[in-house]
T-cell receptor, first 115, second 113 residues
Framework: DGGITQSPKYLFRKEGQNVTLSCEQNLNHDAMYWYRQDPGQGLRLIYYSQIVNDFQKGDIAEGYSVSREKKESFPLTVTSAQKNPTAFYLC??????????????FGPGTRLTVL | LAKTTQPISMDSYEGQEVNITCSHNNIATNDYITWYQQFPSQGPRFIIQGYKTKVTNEVASLFIPADRKSSTLSLPRVSLSDTAVYYCLVGSLLGAGSYQLTFGKGTKLSVIP
């Protein structure tokens, strides 16, 4: 089955610890994205990557870091510098070529709770 | 840069047509409008995309007036399974290959039997 997987579904961390969220896709998509979703809010773009070894900041990149060493993988690290890390994190991917106009395919999300 | 505004919630009876409007007053010439559906604790799913006038697929229609400052997602004959949150997204191509993706805060549609 082709798709996007995010693991784990639920994640708990102590304040002050860095944590890395996993995102893997086997759709052969060039572009990948990370969003944050808070209750009653829309999705806010953290980082996106249009191609391997390249990524760009979205609207709320502060306190987060990413890497894109492989086409299939786009892990997100939530650092201790992120002031309010508790949220639902969504990863997505899309075909390349149309930039922001491509249909995005989303993973099931990871709910991070920082205690 | 585009900012999107949607109603927070809507109720509808089964079998009715539902229209959800998104306002994007400062949409740019090259921006596209996309709508997504999201069920609780899941990732959003693509519904439809358009640039202007009307687009229709097997599940929905999208109406965009000539000034493109708003868009309306139309769901024909909704069923209980259409109860979800619906998001509009404006995709903007900025300079040097960078872009912006602006989601609205979502409209929670509740379908009543």
């Amino acid at each position: 089955d082709g798709g996007i997987t995010q693991s784990p579904k639920y994640l708990f961390r102590k304040e002050g610890q860095n944590v890395t969220l996993s995102c893997e896709q086997n759709l052969n998509h060039d572009a990948m994205y990370w969003y944050r979703q808070d209750p009653g809010q829309g999705l806010r773009l953290i980082y996106y990557s249009q191609i391997v070894n390249d990524f760009q900041k979205g609207d709320i990149a502060e306190g987060y870091s990413v890497s894109r060493e492989k086409k299939e993988s786009f892990p997100l690290t939530v650092t201790s510098a992120q002031k309010n890390p508790t949220a639902f994190y969504l990863c997505a991917s899309s075909m390349g070529g149309k930039g922001p106009y491509n249909e995005q395919f989303f993973g099931p999300g990871t709910r991070l709770t920082v205690l | 840069l585009a900012k999107t505004t949607q109603p927070i919630s809507m109720d509808s009876y089964e079998g009715q047509e539902v229209n959800i409007t998104c306002s994007h007053n400062n949409i740019a010439t090259n921006d596209y409008i996309t709508w997504y559906q999201q069920f609780p604790s899941q990732g959003p799913r693509f519904i439809i995309q358009g640039y202007k006038t009307k687009v229709t697929n097997e599940v929905a229609s999208l109406f965009i007036p000539a000034d493109r400052k708003s868009s309306t997602l139309s769901l024909p004959r909704v069923s209980l399974s259409d109860t979800a949150v619906y998001y509009c997204l404006v995709g903007s191509l900025l300079g040097a290959g960078s872009y912006q993706l602006t989601f609205g805060k979502g409209t929670k549609l509740s379908v009543i039997p």
